[in-house]
């Protein structure tokens, strides 16, 4: 299949969302005072964290919802009482700070200097507009990237297939023409597959294995298949 367009995925897929978030964390805890195993916290918040994220991907909660519940819960789960202030502080420093870190998944440079000739490169993520700009612009990975096509510009969320044929649409792309490579199965995988598209699965987090598309454990194996 010769493809023409190549959708990503932001968080997880290119930029190392685990290591920035670990990284924001650690400042934060210092910013703060707050005295707690980093290892530890995270080991709590990862799970929060995504099952709240969930939550917002199916309309379920709001973003500022999710911003201070995480927080809270996995605090709570750790008997650290923390006042409402102080968590509310926490969500907003974390969202501001976040994108000042910038570490990649390895591969991802040397993979978009790769495809950026031969290919029409985009973004599409269910990040919060400005932070995902920041993210992107910040680790100089923007230039790479036609266009970013975000879940709160849209108005929904992965795997809605309407934020995929508004991606397709206002990139010029034909649906059996276009690739969508991120790492989540329902939001990416599953989402593009209903509109048409192709995938490619980055499966690096031990996601259960499917037979719904390709499935990939190192972003540099896509410079021997595209």
């Known amino acids: ?12 897929t290119i930029w190392d969302f685990e290591r920035n978030s670990a990284c924001t ?11 707690v ?15 709240y994220w969930k939550l917002y991907r199916n309309e379920s909660i709001t973003k500022e919802f999710l ?20 968590i509310n502080k926490l969500s907003d420093d974390y969202i501001e700070t976040l994108p000042k870190f910038n570490y990649l998944i390895d591969g991802a440079i040397e993979l978009l200097e790769y495809l950026k000739p031969k290919y029409k ?6 990040g919060f507009k400005n932070v995902q700009a920041n993210k992107l612009n910040n ?25 995929f044929k508004y991606a397709l649409e206002n990139s010029n792309s034909n ?8 790492d ?25 294995t499917h037979d719904k598309c390709l499935i990939i454990n190192n972003l540099n194996t896509l410079k021997d298949i595209l």
């Open 67 to 86: 911003r201070y519940n995480r927080l809270k819960e996995a605090f709570f789960k750790l008997n650290f009482d923390l006042p409402s202030e102080l």
């Open 175 to 182: 649906a059996d023409e276009s690739l969508m490579i991120g």
């Open 1 to 12: 299949m010769k493809f023409k367009s190549i959708f990503f995925d932001l968080d997880h």
């Open 184 to 208: 989540s199965f329902e939001a990416d995988i599953m989402g593009a597959i209903s509109v048409g598209m192709h995938a490619i699965h980055y499966a690096n987090f031990g996601e259960k």
């Open 37 to 51: 195993d980093l290892d530890h916290f995270l080991d709590i918040y990862i799970p929060i964290n995504l099952k």
């Open 139 to 163: 680790s100089g990975i923007n230039n790479y990237f036609e266009k970013v096509f975000d879940s709160e510009s849209v108005g929904v969320k992965k795997p809605n297939p309407i934020i």
């Open 25 to 35: 964390f650690e400042f934060l805890f210092k910013k703060y005072n707050i005295d």
């Open 121 to 126: 490169l985009f973004i599409l993520t269910n």
